[in-house]
């Protein structure tokens, strides 16, 4: 580098040096006006060269110098006869115009060269140029023996974690498998929604084992030069046998290993299919024995080329699902470890409170949690954060500033008010833990908690329909009470609507239907989303929609028929609500009880 710049020093000393050695350069002037001169015989001194001259006129002796370019052609020999008439002095001068034209053509081509020569000697390594090297594997290595994360630190999966621990083992202990001719699992994919660890279980994984872990994600294969995700495939597993034992990781694994186009058909990658194709050859050319355990996560699994997936390839799926109420509460004190809370905190109701919590959610509740507590400048975390905390990773934040006006918030009040007192006027719903119609978000206005008692993973058709009756209780309480509805329904009835069409076409519950699955939702199991293909007739889809309506409008109605039966309670509970904000589940019980028991 110091030499481009000394080059560059030089070209520009070269370029200007003639300008600063003469401060009285000549006065360029057309060659009439030598011509002039000439005839006036008023010049006094001339220079000439082979392509200009420059002379000084008498009898001013301070009189400028001049400088004109000569016309090809012109007659040099009576110029200077005619010159030595009149008796100027006369010089021949060496011409420099060629040099300096070589100059300007040659000076920057050196430069580029001398560039060129730096760029690439400093890009090399191991023997090959940087620039030349679009094909290296872009893995990063987390530490070259552990990362510093085990099993200690995952919480809530301990399935996986136990699937896991014997690929950690065979890394620790190959003599032990290979002793007895038992082959570990070449692949290993987890499986499972965002944020729920499968990133953590492949480090823990490593750091259990003590080998080197490459992580990498899948979109970094894929480039827009043909051939370049293969040699990183390539290159990738040259490091993994030279680090050997160790364990590879490609996150999202989905960007590389996507279905591959058919023959005929329009939408194909050619160079994401190569590099496909060269990752199915490197898993089925290496020998597990040598301990390289390729991991990779995706929560898109249906998306995925069952080439990968076939035996010897990714031969082990394991499933990292959300936690449940014990995972949870295992998972908010590990990361509780690192907050001071204080003693009334009951870590196992801010589990229940969090049904359908990943991981990363958890972790977020917990750390949003501290910083309110900051916020208030105490120096331990209350229950009064955590469920604060709760409230701002599912609804969003408080939005004090966005003031509702009189009429809006009586109607979010009832609405509000609506869904509670349903829920509990049904036997089937889960308890109202808090009503709020505190703003939040960018669209919530009000909000109904429920917290349910234990998790459940199998629902009959009469809770089915008490949450369908219970969604639709905002809705009918503002029918109730004005008469009409407000936009503020929209989400309760797209989510009614869903509830309703999933009934009719997954579950089987609807009479006109029958006992027939219509739609397939495996492919949305993982958070994704699956194009639904119709495989039902016209009259068929018209019967679907019938039912679905006709399940919406008899929860509805249900709905309304419960509220009008508690009209005068509605209206007591929606005007205290109104005035305190929010409403704590235990005091609507409790006001429900005593109305209903006197």
């Not at 089987?508 to 119709?534: C, K, Q």
């Not at 005091?587 to 028991?597: E, K």
Request: with cysteine; hydrophobic share 45%.
């Amino acid at each position: 580098m110091h030499l481009v710049f000394a080059f560059g020093l030089l070209a520009l000393v070269l370029l200007v040096s003639r300008g600063w050695d003469d401060p009285e350069s000549p006065r360029v002037v057309p060659y009439s006006h030598f011509l002039d001169a000439l005839d006036a015989e008023r010049i006094s001194e001339a220079w000439i060269s082979e392509g200009a001259v420059e002379w000084t006129e008498r009898p001013d002796p301070d009189a400028p110098r001049y400088r004109s370019v000569r016309v090809p052609g012109s007659d040099e020999v009576e110029i200077v006869d005619r010159l030595h008439g009149m008796g100027a002095s006369i010089t021949g001068e060496w011409t420099e115009e060629g040099w300096g034209i070589l100059l300007l053509w040659l000076l920057p081509l050196g430069l580029l060269v001398v560039f060129w020569i730096w760029f690439i000697r400093r890009m090399a390594g191991g023997g090959q140029a940087e620039a030349l090297r679009f094909g290296s594997s872009k893995a990063k290595i987390v530490d070259d023996r552990a990362p510093g994360v085990s099993f200690d630190d995952v919480a809530g999966v301990d399935e996986a974690v136990t699937e896991l621990r014997e690929v950690a083992d065979f890394l620790k202990n190959r003599e032990k498998y290979t002793k007895v001719g038992a082959r570990i699992p070449k692949g290993v994919l987890l499986v499972g929604p965002t944020g729920t660890g499968k990133t953590l279980l492949a480090r823990a994984t490593a750091g259990e084992a003590g080998v080197p872990f490459f992580v990498i994600s899948g979109a970094e294969f894929v480039e827009m030069f043909v051939g370049v995700g293969a040699a990183r495939v390539r290159d990738l597993f040259r490091q993994a046998r030279e680090k050997a034992p160790c364990i590879v990781f490609i996150d999202e694994i989905d960007g590389l290993g996507k279905v591959r186009a058919g023959a005929g058909s329009p939408v194909s990658n050619e160079e994401r299919e190569q590099t496909l194709n060269q990752l199915l050859v490197e898993l089925d050319g290496f020998d597990a024995t040598v301990g390289v355990i390729i991991m990779a996560a995706t929560n898109r699994p249906d998306l995925l080329d069952p080439a990968l997936q076939r035996p010897g390839r990714f031969d082990r799926q394991v499933i990292v699902d959300r936690p449940d109420l014990k995972g949870r509460e295992a998972i908010l004190a590990i990361h509780a470890k690192r907050v001071q809370l204080e003693p009334d905190v009951d870590l196992r109701v801010v589990a229940a409170r969090t049904p359908g919590f990943a991981g990363a959610q958890l972790a977020n509740v917990v750390n949003e949690a501290a910083l309110l507590a900051v916020r208030s400048n105490r120096g331990s975390v209350s229950m009064k954060d955590l469920d604060e905390a709760i409230d701002r990773v599912m609804a969003g934040l408080e939005r004090s500033s966005r003031a509702l006006i009189p009429r809006e918030k009586e109607i979010v009040s009832y609405h509000e008010m609506g869904h509670a007192l349903v829920s509990m006027l049904l036997p089937n719903t889960d308890p109202v833990h808090k009503v709020s119609i505190v703003p939040r978000g960018a669209t919530t206005l009000g909000s109904t908690v429920q917290t349910p008692l234990e998790d459940r993973y199998l629902l009959t058709e009469s809770e089915l329909r008490d949450r369908l009756t219970v969604l639709l209780g905002g809705r009918a309480a503002e029918q109730l009470i004005y008469g009409e509805t407000s936009t503020g329904a929209a989400d309760d009835l797209r989510r009614a609507t869903e509830l309703a069409r999933r009934m009719v076409t997954q579950f089987g519950m609807a009479e006109g239907i029958g006992p027939v699955a219509l739609d397939d939702d495996r492919g949305s199991i993982y958070g994704g989303w699956a194009p639904e293909s119709r495989r039902y007739s016209e009259d068929t889809t018209r019967t679907v929609d019938r039912e679905v309506r006709a399940a919406v409008e008899a929860a509805n109605t249900r709905a309304l028929d419960l509220l009008e039966a508690n009209e005068p309670l509605l209206r007591d509970l929606a005007s205290d609500l109104q005035e305190s904000e929010v409403m704590e589940g235990v005091d609507l019980a409790r006001r429900i009880a005593v109305q209903s028991f006197p």
